[in-house]
């Protein structure tokens, strides 16, 4: 059993950074593959936002290249996402997600807010 959370979510203006961080509670022996991040605004469908595997391969959302940034954190099973140069769009709620092979758990999620 995984359990995870998120925090860092707030209001920005746009043009601004913040950053969320994820930390996955698990067992010594849970073995995580991967841990990413989705977000999910109003009518919209979730979506990839950054996933980070356990080598340290890095897939983006071709909306966040170049302005988004997924890392390791300093804790155990920590992930970061650096976000900058927001964008209205940008506003969603953002899932912290882990994957343990064929299975995945999902945090509460965090709301983004970007506007002027």
């Known amino acids: 059993q995984v359990q995870l959370t998120e925090s860092g979510g707030q209001f920005v203006h746009p043009g601004g950074s913040l950053q969320l961080s994820c930390v996955a509670s698990?067992?010594?022996?849970?073995?995580?593959?991967?841990m990413k991040w989705y977000r999910q605004a109003p009518g919209t469908q979730r979506e990839l936002v950054a996933r980070i595997n356990v080598v340290g391969n890095i897939i983006y959302g071709d909306s966040v290249k170049g302005r988004f940034t997924i890392s390791r954190g300093d804790a155990k099973n920590e992930v970061i996402l650096q976000m900058n140069m927001v964008k209205p769009e940008d506003t969603a709620i953002y899932y912290c997600?882990?994957?343990?092979?064929?299975?995945?758990?999902w945090g509460q999620g965090t709301q983004v807010t970007v506007s002027s």
């Open positions: 997600g882990a994957e343990l092979g064929a299975r995945e758990y």
């Open positions: 698990a067992s010594d022996d849970t073995f995580i593959n991967a």
